[in-house]
């Protein structure tokens, strides 16, 4: 069976220990659908601030999940490698407005993995804002 989300939320144990905007990029200004060839960016616990280019979209991609398990994810977001391991959970926003475009949740050293936001808000059943 395909997947379409690999994610999971958090509740802060307070207000003052968490900050509404992400390191290097700031606050998140709503959401859009990816589009081909649109600049991207993250910003990931292991590799700071990255750039990148969303190469094709739909995707279908088996990841791999240690000792021989393997998952599959469809109309799945593809960009240029922007992460490295440790960067998972990093919110992929839109290089003009800072509007979420995805969660990153796998890679390879060619590329990136993202779920398309919309698939996350509604598995995770959050809102912005």
């Known amino acids: 069976q395909a997947n ?17 905007e992400i390191l290097e990029i700031g606050a998140v200004t709503g959401e859009r659908e990816a589009e ?18 969303v ?14 398990r393997t998952a599959l994810f469809t109309n ?12 998972s959970g990093s919110l992929l926003v839109d290089g003009e407005g800072n509007k979420a475009v995805g969660l990153l949740f796998a890679g390879s050293d060619e590329v990136t993995i993202h779920n398309p936001i919309g698939f996350v808000k509604d598995a995770l059943r959050f809102r912005f804002g």
């Open 4 to 20: 379409q989300v690999d994610g999971a939320l958090a509740k802060p144990v307070g207000h003052d220990v968490v900050s509404s």
């Open 36 to 53: 081909l060839g649109m600049e991207v960016k993250k910003s990931g616990r292991t590799t700071g601030l990255i750039t990148g280019t």
């Open 55 to 68: 190469q094709l979209l739909d995707a279908s991609v088996q990841v791999g999940y240690g000792g021989g």
């Open 76 to 87: 799945q977001i593809l960009t240029t490698n922007m992460s490295k391991g440790g960067d």
